[in-house]
């Protein structure tokens, strides 16, 4: 079966580091593309892009490029989301997620971690 | 960035109704439009791909149209189960953005 489980929470304080984490397994980890999902507080969905653990290819989202570090392990099947210098509006829960590119056209998410609640606090 | 934009935000409804929800695209997106149910607490999971297409183990009350820069999402006899946000999400061009969100909730 087919899962991606994500590392657990994290509390951090403003200006520190961190990296989470995405572990495939069920399938050919380095043949699909992994993607991150923001989640804040009570609000919507927000993409922030993609990376192909094969060659290391990254589309960011205009809006995280230059906030947010995506990269991956390919001999572990994990990806990573990191960040060099937390703000308190980084609060917020973290999906990734399996990239799906189907016959013709289809491009979905069709596997999802479970999530990693980031709190950045003072 | 094209921009999702659904309609409503919310809504409330009793089981066994006949539920839409729309997504309009900023610019043609074609069929390339996924849906998303996101139940409280939980990761988002596919239910609609390609705009009309019924992703496999979903049940069939979940149905969804539309092409170009108009979408709807209908769910054909409410269930209680089905409370959840929902969310459309255009693949056409990246950033794949998505809508929203409309929020479902039982009369």
């Known amino acids: 079966e087919v899962h991606l489980v994500q590392s657990g929470a994290e509390v951090k304080k403003p200006g520190e580091s961190l990296k989470i984490s995405c572990k495939g397994s069920?399938?050919?980890?380095?043949?699909?593309?992994i993607g991150w999902v923001r989640q804040m507080p009570g609000k919507g969905l927000e993409w922030m892009g993609i990376m192909y653990p094969a060659d290391s290819d990254i589309r960011y989202s205009p809006s995280f490029q230059g906030q947010v570090t995506m990269s991956a392990d390919k001999s572990n099947n994990t990806a990573y989301l990191q960040w060099g210098s937390l703000k308190a509006s980084d609060t917020a829960i973290y999906y990734c997620?399996?990239?799906?590119?189907?016959?013709?056209?289809?491009?979905?998410?069709?596997?999802w971690g479970q999530g990693t609640l980031v709190t950045v606090s003072s | 960035d094209i921009q999702m934009t659904q309609s409503p935000s919310s809504l409330s409804a009793s089981v066994g109704d006949r539920v839409t929800i729309t997504c309009q695209a900023s610019q043609d997106i074609s069929n390339s439009l996924n849906w998303y149910q996101q139940k409280p607490g939980k990761a988002p999971k596919l239910l609609i791909y390609d705009a009309s297409n019924l992703e496999t183990g979903v049940p069939s009350r979940f149905s969804g149209s539309g092409s170009g820069t108009y979408f709807t999402f209908t769910i054909s006899g409410l269930q209680s189960e089905d409370i959840a946000t929902y969310y459309c999400?255009?693949?056409?061009?990246?950033?794949?953005?998505f809508g929203q969100g409309t929020k479902l909730e039982i009369k």
């Open positions: 999400q255009q693949c056409d061009d990246l950033p794949f953005t």
């Open positions: 997620a399996r990239r799906f590119l189907g016959g013709v056209g289809t491009d979905v998410f069709d596997i």
């Open positions: 069920g399938y050919n980890f380095v043949d699909y593309w």
